[in-house]
T-cell receptor, first 115, second 112 residues
Framework: DAGVTQSPTHLIKTRGQQVTLRCSPKSGHDTVSWYQQALGQGPQFIFQYYEEEERQRGNFPDRFSGHQFPNYSSELNVNALLLGDSALYLC??????????????FGQGTRLTVV | QKEVEQNSGPLSVPEGAIASLNCTYSDRVSQSFFWYRQYSGKSPELIMSIYSNGDKEDGRFTAQLNKASQYVSLLIRDSQPSDSATYLCAVLSGAGSYQLTFGKGTKLSVIP
């Protein structure tokens, strides 16, 4: 059973550039959430995609955008990169149920360094 | 502003002892609670989930939830050096929210 997979694992970009990160959810899961984790901090919620739509968004600027494809995979795009965007970007997948008893499983993450 | 608070540690315990990790949360409507383990440079790994008041045991791990006190804890019995990691408490609120709110994590060191 394939878990959550993310690509690439590491990335170095220059300020002002754009970046796209990719995520494939765990088999059977239909919902993908993205988180940003700065060094020494807990993950911060960026947004969540379900049925190819952004369902909820955290406190992140519009430079952060995303997409979900019919096969439930997802992309995170960040435009006009800032040094402060350097972080570990995590994708988490769940199966969204009305019971709210959902467990989220994380991919290995993408370490983004902006120079 | 929903908040999840954890002692940052480091918490040091000798091998074989019980490690006790604590977490408080601010949102009273929170319904689901999770503990993740994160090794340095790795992604969070789910180790426990708890949804109802009381205790939930899984092997050497016991999660405890007290919604009236807005308090969640994780006990690790017979601590091993391999348990040395940062433990993240995460809360999923109800009322239409689907985002996990994380604490900053508690760093645990198990001393051989």
């Amino acid at each position: 059973d394939a878990g959550v997979t993310q690509s690439p694992t590491h990335l170095i970009k220059t300020r002002g550039q754009q970046v796209t990160l990719r995520c494939s959810p765990k088999s059977g899961h239909d919902t993908v959430s993205w988180y940003q984790q700065a060094l020494g901090q807990g993950p911060q919620f960026i947004f969540q995609y379900y049925e190819e739509e952004e369902r909820q968004r955290g406190n992140f600027p519009d430079r952060f955008s995303g997409h979900q494809f019919p096969n439930y995979s997802s992309e995170l795009n960040v435009n006009a990169l800032l040094l402060g965007d350097s972080a570990l970007y995590l994708c988490a997948s769940t199966f969204l149920t009305t019971a709210m008893n959902t467990e989220a499983f994380f991919g290995q993450g993408t370490r983004l360094t902006v120079v | 502003q929903k908040e999840v608070e954890q002692n940052s540690g480091p918490l040091s315990v000798p091998e074989g002892a019980i490690a006790s990790l604590n977490c408080t949360y601010s949102d009273r409507v929170s319904q689901s609670f999770f503990w993740y383990r994160q090794y340095s440079g790795k992604s969070p790994e789910l180790i426990m989930s708890i949804y109802s008041n009381g205790d939930k045991e899984d092997g050497r791990f016991t999660a405890q939830l007290n919604k009236a006190s807005q308090y969640v804890s994780l006990l690790i019995r017979d601590s091993q050096p391999s348990d040395s990691a940062t433990y993240l408490c995460a809360v999923l609120s109800g009322a239409g929210s689907y985002q996990l709110t994380f604490g900053k994590g508690t760093k645990l060191s198990v001393i051989p």
